[in-house]
């Protein structure tokens, strides 16, 4: 070959693996800079140290076991070459074309494993870790009387040093055993079957018996695993595990001691039998002792009596499950739920629920989109959130609250430029009180507009790094130069604001060097040619809140659903942050995906971290990032927790103590939603804590439907409201129902401002109890006759307008529960202009149904207070008269006549180009004017009609008389 070609590969091969290397730097260095840029470089030097001595350690022990054993197979080859038992013909062809290039084969093959084996062994951190800086539970496991911290930081520790083992044991019996045969060690003959060397069969007797050996250890270690075992009712050792697999892996781990000495016996005797008798008995007593003695075990003492014989463990799978995921100190009160209330008391009770949230988040994106979005650049989520601000006379309430964030530019002005240099940030926090809202049904903005106007006060309006935030942008530059980056719309020749931004946020990028390492890392030339990059420019990326907060926490579980505050005059994104594991002693494990799910979660647009299987749950951080720099910030929640104690000590100083949240932010912080729905599902079945009745499964709940969509579960709801015997809280609620059955079963509340030992609130119903759950009080609402005439309205000629209804709000009143409903409508027509208003609200109390224009009147139609709507009673049999038009139906009908006007005024203006809001207002305020008279109509011809009687008179009622339910009950 010409000497030229040659020189040709190894310098195509140098030039790859500088060019793969350097990538590999741009990426690690870049990482870097970010780090430092949030003052978290403590957390990439641990991780990078950790996982890069892991690295070393993975691949030098595997390469040092695997290649070792490789070279003495080599070096333990016959002296008279392979055809020393005949004809190797097979084995020399191979022999030949590998000998040649022994050396390199070799070394491709061991950087290959090396790699591999360090991959996976760097992989294996979080387990490295919490072994490491393992803290004490301070309490034991029912069975062996171990601290928990043994099964939760140790054991996986010991699992994956034999799991490495046994890997490198096993590839070095097929290395050594590949060698022999190549090198004649060993031939497969016929007739004659395997014909060895004295060598090679003490080689791999002595690797048998190495890999036996690591067996016992492993059926050591096993029996300590058996507090995870799945073969019983419940996760955790069964009485089979207990009786008759405890004492098998013991006897096994003696035998395979036996096994591994006769194994390394058949050194010392070559050519005998031992080696066959020793793997003999290892693979019978496996099947027969671990195999078929607790089969046999279950069938015949569990299966027959398994409620007697499983009541122990179930009732240590119930107690660890409890704690586990912090279910154990709800407080359960038994809660009869009887509307006999008197009518004074519930009007009492009554005063103070018109203050309660209607608007509804999961369905307000739209209206906001539509009343406050200024620009279409700008977005918003399609799920809002709820939170606490003052009202005027100083006292929180319930408001629900977005962000206004960038999106992408308008397609016609997709460049580079715009979509990194130019749309850069949102701009502002939109607010509205929970329970107000202005004629036309729209929210009562207490937060608006750009620059932001409201009760918020002045604050940081710029959100650079938000939910939507792009990719990465480009900000900054020297004072005096003229802004480059969109800051929001305006009226003047320009039509907008510019903006320099100068907070310290995002990476300096102001050197060639690091223009060039992140040219490399996005694959993108502009970085190094755009003459707008200069000394002051900073480049922001990862600017999601969820994303920052998983880089410098990597041990902790976040919640889906990060909201925004203003607090300290800047926008915050709050975030709440778990600590979980798998590795609890009996806890019953689950998808930590499938127990956060409900109708709510599709709607959210945040990128999701796995969603990993649990047996243990604590909010443990609360989490912060500031949405004008990206300031992430880890708040101490949980100081009692060991799994948080185990990180803090591997990453120390990154978690502030609870004493370091401000008085301000503190007010802003709640209960978390995920962890909630995760509790709820685990009350499903263990709010039942005696064994007995938790075998036989007859009292277990599950959640509802929601009843609007009938997709998924119902979710909780954040709403200020008093449980008996208390006062009124903002607190975070649930219901249960019965399996198989849609009657009540109980309602869960928890005090969202209590803090880390904020307790679960039961009130548990009778198991006979007929009161409506939520898809029947649903279902109670659209049966009423007069409920659904006025949805008929509203729906207007032809369906052209579409009802939707909010969420389903249940509450503890007056001795029962009281259910209120708000009632949007929108134009049927899938337009980008539509999104619905609030038009009605409809209240349930027992066998009542109030549905009002507001909450108040529909309350006191149902407690008493002003005319109430039709009841819902069949009409009497009247003989057959000639029709006759009295001015009751004359007024009734001139009514409907302004009801239907009123509705097709507010289509006209809805369809107008652009629509005109102001009359679309009007025609809803007399849509609802005409509405409310027909019912007070329709309410006074039923009571002035007297149904056909024995008795001569009839008393009218003393009191107004509310909707009663068309069904009700189970």
Known sequence: MPRRPRLLIPVAITLVVLVVALFIFAGIYTDYLWFDSVDFTAVFSTMLLTQILLFLAGAVLMVGIVGGNMALAHRMRPMFGPGMFGNAQGADRYRLAVDPHRKLVFLIGMAILGLFAGSSTAGQWRTWLLFQNATPFGQTDAQFGWDLSFFMFTFPFLRMVLNFLFTAIILSIIAAALVHYLYGGFRIQTPGGVQASRAARSHLSVLLGVFVLLKAGAYWLDRYGLVFSDRGKVFGASFTDINAVLPAKGILAIISLICAA??????????????????????????????????????????????AKEQEYIARNIDATRKAYGVDTAVVTQYSAKTDASEAVLQSESAAIPGMRLLDPSLLSPTYQQKQQIRGYYQFPEQLDIDRYPSSDGKLRDTVVAVREMGLPPNEQRNWINDHLVYTHGFGVVAAPGNAVDASGVPNFSEKDIPPTGTLGKYEPRVYFGESSPEYSIVGGPAGTSPVELDYPEQGSSGQKNNTYTGRGGVSIGGVFTRFLYALKYGETNLLLNSNINENSRIMYIRKPIERIQQVAPFLTLDRDPYPAVVGGRIVWIVDAYTTSDA???????????????????????????????????????ATVDAYDGTVTLYEWDPNDPVLKTWQKAFGGIIKPTSAISAELRNHLRYPADLFKAQREILTQYHVTNANAFFSGQDFWKVPEDPATKKSKQPPYYVTMKMPGSTERFSLTTTFVPNGRQNMAAFMAVDATAGADAKLQILQLPSNTAIQGPPQAQNTFLSNTTVSQQLNLLRGTGGATEVLYGNLLTLPFGGGLLYVEPVYVQPKEETSGRFPTLQKVLVLYGEKVGFGNNLDEALKQVFGGTTAPTTNQPEAETPNQPETTTPETATLAQTVDKAQKAYDDAQKALSANPPDWAAYGAAQTALKAALAELAALQSGSASSSASPSPSPTASPSASPSPVTAATAGP
């Open 584 to 622: 609890y002693p009996y806890s019953e494990p689950k998808s930590l995906e499938e127990l956060t799910t409900d109708v709510s979660t599709s709607r959210l647009a945040v990128p999701q971290v796995p969603r990993d299987i649990v047996n243990y749950m604590r909010n443990s951080v609360k």
């Open 262 to 307: 006769l194994f390394f016996a058949g050194v010392v005797r070559p050519g005998g039998m031992l080696p066959g008798v020793a793997l003999g008995l290892l693979v019978l007593s496996a099947v027969l002792i671990g195999g078929v003695y607790p089969a046999l075990v279950e069938q015949f003492q569990v299966k027959p009596n398994q409620q």
